[in-house]
């Protein structure tokens, strides 16, 4: 996952996010939906004026001295306590040690897909956001105040509630304009296309934008891609509006549930198979019949008698019927009645009748034995 991926999960409410991992949420249980005032980071993927660009309308950032990692502990300690409660459990890991010469190598034991560890790891924090942790008792007297558990989430909603905080409400048109990677998508007959992909939403259909698609021709819209699935994409429809919600349209829904990066392996696995199928002979021999066939056809209705329309379609049913005369095997003595064909019966010759065993009686309810 990149960190503009990550900012804009972190800026914007879970629900969404965990529903494409099978984890139904309210936004209540994960209420963390809003903008710091600063975003402390390191010497990674944040220096450079185009994060800068991107995020500076929203917050500050400010950068640590490399090789620093005391300097964002807060950050450290997340990662230090998925470890603990989760992480090191996973078969395949290597427990934030290195291997060790002539020991077994901790990949050969990896099991889990991505998806199943994300599930994981979101099914981990809300757990640990529910349990009690005594310290935070003696860290505010919020909650001893409002006589609430000491529990991260009460931690969280306490004081927000108090305003006791620098955060601000993210806005999701601002956030997924700003943080998302920009794609074309086209308007076409059949949906939204995108990479292979098509999408649809109610909107699109209320505007019936297909049926001008398919009368006036295709056109381009502005996009945004979430990168960790394929299941929807946020689409601009009008210029003077934000990004509409777009979903998978059940004629693609073999890339539902998958990430971009799987689908894009899945079309150049299918463009690899297409360019190892060259044209065959059989297939330029095929072609070449086809286009002498319709020559001598052309051919041979120029050289024909003149034939008006009425004409060709008058008694098409005897037509067909000599024409399959002479084109097929067809019994002379059947006979055309105008509506079916009568063919005489042929008679069977039983040279041998073979008796089978009789069945075992079946045995109907009620009845003695």
Same mark, same amino acid.
């Given at each position: 996952?990149?960190?503009?991926?990550?900012?804009?999960?972190?800026?914007?409410?879970?629900?969404?996010?965990?529903?494409?991992?099978?984890?139904?949420?309210?936004?209540?249980? !994960? *209420?963390?939906? +809003?903008?710091?005032?600063?975003?402390?980071?390191?010497?990674?993927?944040?220096?450079?004026?185009?994060?800068?660009?991107?995020?500076? *309308?929203?917050?500050?950032?400010?950068?640590?001295?490399?090789?620093? *990692?005391?300097?964002?502990?807060?950050?450290?300690?997340?990662?230090?306590?998925?470890?603990?409660?989760?992480?090191?459990?996973?078969?395949?890991?290597?427990?934030?040690?290195?291997?060790?010469?002539?020991?077994?190598?901790?990949?050969?034991?990896?099991?889990?897909?991505?998806?199943?560890?994300?599930?994981?790891?979101?099914?981990?924090?809300?757990?640990?956001?529910?349990?009690?942790?005594?310290?935070?008792?003696?860290?505010?007297?919020? $909650?001893?105040?409002?006589?609430?558990? *000491?529990?991260?989430?009460?931690? !969280?909603?306490? #004081?927000?509630?108090? +305003?006791? #905080?620098? $955060?601000?409400?993210?806005? /999701?048109?601002?956030?997924?304009?700003?943080?998302?990677?920009?794609?074309?998508?086209?308007?076409?007959?059949?949906?939204?296309?995108?990479?292979?992909? =098509? =999408?649809?939403?109610?909107?699109?259909?209320?505007?019936?934008?297909?049926? &001008?698609?398919?009368?006036?021709?295709? !056109?381009? $819209?502005?996009?945004?891609?979430?990168?960790?699935?394929?299941?929807?994409?946020?689409?601009?429809?009008?210029?003077?509006?934000?990004?509409?919600?777009? =979903?998978?349209?059940?004629?693609?829904?073999?890339?539902?549930?998958?990430?971009?990066?799987?689908?894009?392996?899945?079309?150049?696995?299918?463009?690899?198979?297409?360019?190892?199928?060259?044209?065959?002979?059989?297939?330029?021999?095929?072609?070449?019949?086809?286009?002498?066939?319709?020559?001598?056809?052309?051919?041979?209705?120029?050289?024909?008698?003149?034939?008006?329309? /009425?004409?060709?379609?008058?008694?098409?049913?005897? +037509?067909?019927?000599?024409?399959?005369?002479?084109?097929?095997?067809?019994?002379?003595?059947?006979? !055309?009645?105008?509506?079916?064909?009568?063919?005489?019966?042929?008679?069977?010759? &039983?040279?041998?009748?073979?008796?089978?065993?009789?069945?075992?009686?079946?045995?109907?309810?009620?009845?003695?034995?």
């Amino acid at each position: 996952m990149t960190t503009t991926q990550a900012l804009v999960n972190s800026f914007l409410p879970k629900s969404d996010y965990c529903k494409e991992f099978g984890v139904d949420i309210h936004d209540s249980e !994960w *209420p963390c939906s +809003h903008i710091p005032k600063e975003l402390v980071c390191d010497n990674g993927e944040l220096i450079g004026l185009k994060a800068q660009k991107a995020l500076t *309308p929203m917050t500050r950032l400010s950068f640590t001295p490399p090789y620093r *990692p005391d300097c964002k502990g807060v950050v450290e300690k997340r990662f230090d306590i998925l470890n603990k409660e989760l992480i090191h459990d996973f078969l395949g890991t290597t427990r934030g040690g290195s291997v060790v010469r002539g020991s077994r190598d901790p990949r050969k034991d990896a099991i889990y897909t991505l998806r199943e560890v994300t599930t994981e790891i979101i099914k981990a924090i809300l757990e640990h956001n529910r349990s009690i942790f005594d310290d935070l008792a003696f860290s505010s007297p919020l $909650l001893i105040e409002n006589d609430l558990p *000491p529990t991260p989430i009460n931690y !969280w909603k306490v #004081h927000v509630a108090k +305003h006791k #905080h620098d $955060l601000q409400a993210a806005l /999701p048109d601002e956030v997924i304009a700003r943080l998302l990677p920009p794609a074309k998508v086209s308007m076409t007959r059949s949906g939204i296309h995108f990479n292979g992909l =098509y =999408y649809s939403c109610r909107e699109i259909e209320d505007r019936n934008f297909a049926s &001008v698609a398919r009368a006036s021709g295709q !056109w381009r $819209l502005e996009a945004r891609i979430d990168e960790n699935t394929t299941n929807h994409i946020y689409v601009r429809l009008d210029k003077n509006h934000g990004f509409t919600l777009c =979903y998978l349209l059940p004629r693609s829904r073999m890339f539902s549930g998958k990430s971009m990066s799987e689908s894009d392996f899945m079309q150049d696995w299918l463009a690899s198979k297409k360019e190892q199928s060259p044209i065959s002979v059989a297939s330029i021999d095929d072609h070449k019949y086809r286009q002498k066939m319709a020559l001598d056809a052309k051919k041979r209705n120029r050289n024909s008698t003149s034939m008006s329309f /009425p004409q060709k379609i008058n008694n098409i049913r005897q +037509h067909r019927t000599d024409e399959l005369r002479a084109t097929t095997n067809m019994l002379e003595d059947s006979k !055309w009645n105008g509506e079916t064909i009568a063919i005489q019966e042929s008679k069977t010759v &039983v040279s041998k009748v073979v008796s089978l065993p009789a069945g075992r009686k079946r045995r109907i309810k009620g009845e003695p034995s």
